[in-house]
């Protein structure tokens, strides 16, 4: 490590303290005093979480010697001047207990971090290749940890399978350092090889997973993919790190990893039949995290180019980013024979009702949703369905309806296949290609280059406006049916509750409902309707005994005082939608499901 400029080591110095030890030692200082800063979020989660407050300890050593080291704001320090021959070395401890896709988690059983959460930027010498000496904990108890991460080995680590993985790695800059997350411990390993790459899975938690079943179908979903945009693959190699939590989900996407967290029972497990549900899902999110190592990691928003690692970087995008991505995670499992069209349409029927169950759908466009990502959607509270309208979901439905556009007004030229691909080609940053930056109306006018229609009033009523999408009429050419069912016909208060134990407490209130209109809060602990206490079994047998128009008085505790509503009952609200195929054969369906 001695020859590179930039060189930095990690230890679980105290795991039953969760403590990492994080050391970054600078050849060659800035003399006049040496500024470092731990970034303020991670890139793919919109959300300033300030990573420095998890810092305990820090300080400064030059060629051996103590100097001092003076904190400029709440993520930066700076080292006192020095002799320019001198080099300068940053040690910090950092508590490390965040269960999750984005920090860092320590503890007697594994290790696992994000670079943003550990590892301090040297301002000015970011773009310098640097390597990281990843070190395992003292004592026999850690004799059987190894390392699973897709950083690329430096030529100076120490050997083979001996190590388990442990040693010296490198990476071009600071942001690819940043990129790469790491897993220790005493995980499970499988890998294969998906259009010659080879991918790993390590799975760190109690599990039962059958690794023969995950490692085949991840193979078909990845093969898929890589074909999808185009052999080869822009990564050499590829690693999922999953960690098996009693209840959990989330994911984060790499360069060439990505991280995710689920419950063992989202696991396969021998002689497991067919697909189920929760497999089901699990596999769509590996599946949204893949699909991303090209749509937002190398084809990405000019707001993401040379991103701004102290502060939120807007962009008004995010619906295509996330929302085509959350398109093609499930149709990737369709295409390659997971699931079926019927089970694919289903998942597309509950997108479809998530999306209408919200009021903020009226409220809010996907491009403001995007935008304000850092300030709403990531800070979600009791009025947030009101509020804001996802670009997850509703970005995956304009996703569908782009691809139906496109399809039936060429029959069939020109898709949504096509553009993410031509994206891909021009946008993409792959090999010695930069990519260019996707700009706010670039999709758009790629989109009207390639099928020659004028999509103004598309883009201006789906991204930019709040009008309903015409799924049914658009599906109509595909053979596909969407219909409601009648529900369940009982009276309604206009609200979303949530219980522990027998309370009953309202978790949101929709907006302009029967409850709202009558003063009704969330938080409201509710008590009794028409003087019958009322719990989350009991509700709706209560309700269903009234009529629509029907007034009734409902009893609550609001904090410690008690109060009484007269609410006018609400239409039942209406059931769930459904994508029914029709049988007769339709060439637009079959080209597009590829089924």
């Known amino acids: 490590m001695k ?71 709440k993520h930066t320090w700076q080292a006192a001047a020095l002799d320019p021959a001198a080099s300068l070395t940053i040690i910090c401890e950092v508590y490390a207990w965040d269960l999750s896709v984005r920090g860092a988690h320590l503890d007697q059983t594994h290790a696992f971090f994000n670079g943003c959460s550990v590892f301090l930027r040297p301002l000015g010498q970011q773009q310098l290749p640097c390597l990281v000496d990843i070190q395992p ?122 991280a995710l967290l689920c419950a063992r029972d989202d696991l396969p497990y021998r002689g497991m039949k067919g697909t189920p549900e929760r497999y089901r899902n699990f596999l769509g999110l590996c599946s949204h995290e893949y699909f991303h190592s090209w749509n937002v990691k190398r084809i990405k928003p000019a707001a993401f180019v040379n991103c701004n690692l102290d502060a939120e970087n807007y962009t008004t995008l995010l619906w295509a980013f996330e929302g085509f991505t959350s398109y093609y995670d499930d149709l990737a499992l369709l295409r390659c024979g997971l699931i079926t069209a019927e089970d694919w349409l289903g998942l597309i029927a509950t997108t479809i009702d998530k999306v209408q169950r919200d009021p903020g759908r009226r409220r809010q466009t996907l491009a403001e949703s995007s935008f304000d990502a850092w300030t709403k959607y990531y800070r979600p509270n009791e009025n947030t369905p009101n509020a804001v309208v996802s670009y997850y979901t509703k970005g995956s439905l304009v996703a569908l309806a782009l691809d139906l556009t496109l399809r039936a007004s060429t029959s069939n030229r020109c898709s949504l296949d096509e553009l993410m691909r031509v994206l891909w080609q021009r946008h993409g940053e792959r090999d010695q290609h930069g990519g260019m930056a996707v700009g706010d109306d670039d999709i758009r006018q790629l989109a009207e280059e390639l099928s020659g229609l004028d999509l103004e009033r598309f883009f201006a009523d789906a991204v930019h406006g709040t009008a309903e999408l015409p799924l049914a009429a658009l599906l109509k050419p595909f053979g596909i049916r969407l219909q409601r069912d009648d529900g369940s016909g009982v009276p309604t208060l206009g609200v979303k509750t949530s219980s522990s134990g027998d309370e009953l407490r309202l978790a949101t209130v929709y907006a302009a409902s029967p409850a709202q209109v009558a003063g009704l809060s969330a938080g409201d602990l509710l008590l009794a309707i028409d003087g019958l206490r009322v719990t989350a079994a009991t509700i709706e047998r209560v309700l269903c005994r009234k009529n629509a128009g029907e007034t009734v008085r409902v009893h609550a505790f609001r904090r410690d005082e008690l109060m009484e509503f007269s609410v006018v009952l609400g239409a039942p609200e209406r059931g769930k939608h459904k994508l029914l195929l029709e049988q007769k054969r339709n060439a637009l369906r079959k080209d597009w499901l590829q089924v």
């Open 137 to 258: 904990p003292l004592g026999e108890r850690f004799a059987n940890w190894r390392v699973a991460t897709a950083l690329a080995p430096a030529s100076d680590r120490r050997g083979g399978a001996k190590d388990h993985g442990f040693g010296v790695y490198r990476a071009a800059s600071y942001d690819e350092l940043i990129d790469y997350p790491v897993e220790m411990g005493s995980f499970s390993l499988a890998s294969f090889t998906a259009c010659g790459i080879r991918h790993e899975i390590a799975i760190s938690g109690r599990h039962d997973c059958d690794l023969a079943r995950l490692t085949a179908d991840l193979t078909r979903i990845c093969e898929w993919q890589i074909r999808f945009f185009g052999e080869a693959a822009p990564m050499p190699h590829y690693v999922f790190l999953i960690t098996a939590v009693g209840d959990g989900y989330g994911g984060l996407e790499h360069r060439a990893s990505t």
């Open 3 to 73: 020859s590179a400029k930039v060189c930095y080591s990690i230890r679980p110095s105290h795991p039953e303290a969760h403590i990492f030890e994080v050391r970054c030692t600078l050849a060659t200082a800035d003399p006049a005093g040496q500024r470092f800063a731990l970034p303020a979020w991670i890139p793919g989660s919109y959300l300033i979480r300030d990573f420095a407050r998890h810092i305990v300890s820090i300080r400064a050593e030059a060629s051996g010697d103590a100097i001092a080291l003076q904190k400029v704001d």
